[in-house]
């Protein structure tokens, strides 16, 4: 079965810029597609197809992809953006989850 | 404005079966999208369980697929969920979800909570 690997945790300071990234055996070739779930929350679509920003997304999401990693980076970070990054891509019959990265800005 | 909204037992027994329902508002199923669920043990990350396609195709996770059966039910414009057989593992919040043709999941459901216990 397919794995992605995002790192536990990330932390940035305020105003400056995240990076956030998914590793997966020739995951370049892939759909890549990003969440943000905040505590109690529904996960948000906050990227597709590697870099495209769903609407009411703020320009400050950005995303890219190729040869064995895809990476979320968020530029500017603000308070708001504190929560929990999933990536997702669809593998054979099932869509597979990434373990997830808690982004803390400080 | 499209929204999902789960219904269903919030506590199973152990080797019983799970149902859950998503009814679906300001969209027609049979219109197009996958439909599917996904769930999150507390403390845990997402786990896709399984989508269908509007015209009935089924995508399921190969770990759950034996236990997993996704339907619709296109004239009440709900979707369901049934886990059988299942054991504490099976805790987790369940997520509806409307899925696009990227498989990117651009409406969820709120979530709601089933607990596995006697």
């Known amino acids: 079965s397919y794995e992605l690997t995002q790192p536990l945790s990330v932390s940035v300071a305020l105003g400056q810029t995240a990076r956030i990234t998914c590793g997966g055996n020739n995951i370049g070739i892939k759909n890549v597609h990003w969440y943000q779930q905040k505590p109690g929350q529904a996960p948000v679509l906050v990227i597709y197809?590697?870099?495209n920003r769903p609407s009411g997304i703020p320009e400050r999401f950005s995303g890219s992809n190729s040869g064995n990693t895809a990476t979320l980076t968020i530029s500017r970070a603000q308070a708001g953006d504190e929560a929990d990054y999933y990536c997702?891509?669809?593998?054979?019959?099932?869509?597979?989850f990434g373990g997830g990265t808690k982004l803390t800005v400080l | 404005q499209v929204q999902l909204q789960e219904s269903g037992p919030g506590l199973v027994k152990p080797s019983e079966t799970l149902s859950l329902t998503c009814a679906v508002s300001?969209?027609?199923?049979?219109?197009?999208?996958?439909w599917g669920w996904i769930r999150q043990p507390p403390g845990k990350g997402l786990e896709w369980i399984g989508s269908?396609?509007?015209?009935?195709?089924?995508y399921y996770n190969p770990s759950l697929k034996s236990r997993v059966t996704i339907s619709v039910d296109t004239s009440k414009n709900q979707f369901s969920l049934k886990l059988s057989s299942v054991t504490a593992a099976d805790t987790a919040v369940y997520y509806c979800?409307?899925?696009?043709?990227?498989?990117?999941?651009?409406?969820w459901g709120q979530g709601t909570m089933v607990t596995v216990s006697s």
């Open positions: 300001g969209y027609s199923i049979s219109s197009g999208y996958y």
């Open positions: 197809r590697d870099s």
């Open positions: 269908m396609y509007h015209s009935g195709s089924t």
């Open positions: 979800a409307r899925t696009d043709g990227y498989r990117a999941v651009d409406i």
């Open positions: 997702q891509v669809w593998d054979s019959t099932t869509g597979v």
